[in-house]
């Protein structure tokens, strides 16, 4: 059973950095897109991230361009979300979420992915 275990988060001055981690484990991480999501209280969850099973990134929101980087470690079975110049706006849970596709382009919908972290909350104060 695939499981996926966030750490990182925390509070963290506005124009501050974080970088969360994602880690994977119960099945072929090189078989898995994982992406990263976030939850602001009352809202959606929407996508910020994906890494696909190669480990090409892409991003589509444009609150994190230029401020977010997905990235992954194939010898440690880990998605990292660098963040930085935060604001309160990004105050939110971070999840991690996963799928097994090699499509090069995985989904950006929640409901496409099975496997879901427990959240790590990073809170942006001002």
């Known amino acids: 059973q695939v499981q996926l275990v966030e750490s990182g988060g925390g509070l963290v001055q506005a124009g501050g950095s974080l970088r969360l981690s994602c880690t994977f484990s119960g099945g072929l991480f090189t078989a898995y897109a994982v992406s990263w999501f976030r939850q602001a209280p009352g809202k959606e969850r929407d996508v910020v991230a994906v890494?696909?099973?190669?480990?090409?990134?892409?991003y589509y929101a444009d609150f994190e361009k230029d401020r977010f980087t997905i990235s992954r470690d194939h010898t440690k079975n880990t998605v990292y979300l660098q963040m930085s110049n935060l604001s309160p706006e990004d105050t939110a849970v971070y999840l991690c979420?996963?799928?097994?596709?090699?499509?090069?382009?995985?989904?950006?919908?929640?409901?496409?992915?099975?496997?879901w972290g427990q959240g790590t909350q990073v809170t942006v104060s001002s």
């Open positions: 979420a996963a799928k097994s596709t090699f499509d090069r382009y995985p989904p950006q919908g929640a409901s496409e992915y099975p496997y």
């Open positions: 890494s696909n099973y190669a480990g090409e990134s892409t």
